[in-house]
């Protein structure tokens, strides 16, 4: 049993999505010198929208800066949301892809090009490829996003999506697990149910997610669903039938597993309870997502306050905390560290000749 504990002692298992401004708020500073979380996401705020490229580049980097200050350390990770169609935050001239589908055929170019263009103001981790199915017309938040209506097409493209970014050292995150094609409502403002058999489910939504196992990527995202084929009481963010033993045991996956933002209103009844954090990382995720989008990031403050205190029980260290940590601790063995860099006309021009590019306004989240 450790003793003399600090919250930062919890931090590693929590990423930290930023509050609106292109330089640190007030309390995220707070929090990340408090916290130290692993990492944090950043958004469309966070850049200069309506600086040239140099300017607003610059003051991106000095961002960047501050929060490794902050934490006090380099090795961080600096993470995104970054698909293509409205899912896009940094300015002009970062590329515009059009949304997945629309790139399919050429998916590993693209993932090279967003990933040299990721890597060029920081990032090394990108919450991209999508490898939910797009197998229900009537989703409200998938659709497009997905490479596609079938398994194989999902699997070959987004695939080759991931390793054509790694390959410019940006790492991949496969989301949302174990599917969000198949449902009638977002989670952003809701929690929805996939009501698939588990058979269904092995022969269509698990199989991107398995070839996503098989290709080693580093980071799976899970969704805030109700699947009653894996867990019939408790949505995927808190289930370890669906996460711990279904992923984890059944699967094979060894890697690092992420929760989708936990203040998106899927969560609203279980997100008033601080105690919902041990419990999460007990599901079998290692990192914990708060973004300020949705609700106030100062939770963090209670949740890494009862990650420490379930810790002091024996079988929670042993049994959660530590595999989590090794877990965690081989992420940031392969975290790769680039330095922001003002990339030339010539690599974009060359970038949106690849595919479509978007026409329509970029989203704050998604």
């Not at 929208?49 to 580049?57: K, V």
């Not at 197998?135 to 497009?144: E, L, R, W």
């Not at 894996?230 to 279904?246: C, F, K, N, Q, W």
């Amino acid at each position: 049993m450790q003793e003399n504990l600090t919250l930062s002692d919890a931090g590693h298992h929590f990423l930290l999505g930023l509050r609106p401004g292109v330089t640190l708020h007030d309390v995220d500073r707070a929090l990340l010198e408090t916290v130290r979380p692993a990492g944090v996401i950043v958004y469309k705020d966070n850049f200069d929208q309506q600086a040239p490229y140099p300017e607003w580049h610059g003051k991106f980097t000095e961002l960047v800066s501050e929060i490794g200050a902050r934490l006090g350390r380099d090795n961080f990770i600096l993470s995104i949301d970054h698909e293509g169609g409205r899912v896009v935050r940094p300015p002009s001239p970062v590329t515009r892809f059009e949304y997945a589908a629309n790139w399919r055929e050429n998916a590993g170019a693209v993932g090279r090009a967003m990933g040299r263009e990721l890597a060029s103001l920081g990032f090394n981790l990108n919450y991209a490829p999508v490898v939910d199915i797009n197998s229900n017309p009537a989703n409200p938040v998938i659709g497009a996003r997905a490479f596609g209506t079938s398994p194989q097409e999902v699997s070959e493209a987004a695939i080759a999506f991931a390793l054509g970014q790694q390959s410019e050292h940006v790492l991949a995150c496969a989301k949302h697990f174990p599917g969000h094609g198949d449902t009638t409502e977002d989670s952003h403002y809701t929690l929805p149910s996939a009501q698939a058999d588990l058979a269904t489910l092995k022969g269509r939504e698990l199989l991107p997610f398995a070839a996503a196992i098989a290709a080693d990527i580093p980071m799976i995202m899970t969704s805030h669903l109700m699947v009653p084929a894996l867990d019939g009481e408790r949505p995927v963010t808190l289930s370890a039938r669906a996460v711990r033993d279904y992923l984890r045991a059944e699967m094979g996956y060894q890697g690092v597993v992420v929760t989708d933002d936990v203040g998106m209103h899927a969560m609203d009844s279980y997100l008033p309870s601080p105690a919902v954090a041990p419990d999460i990382l007990a599901a079998g995720h290692d990192l914990i997502m708060l973004c300020s989008h949705w609700t106030d990031t100062r939770k963090v403050l209670g949740f890494a306050e009862e990650i420490l205190k379930a810790g002091q029980q024996d079988s929670y260290e042993r049994d959660v905390l530590a595999p989590s940590r090794q877990r965690i601790d081989a992420l940031f063995k392969i975290l790769p560290r680039n330095v922001p860099t003002l990339l030339p006309d010539s690599v974009f021009e060359a970038h949106r000749r690849l595919g479509s590019t978007f026409g329509g306004e970029r989203a704050e989240v998604v």
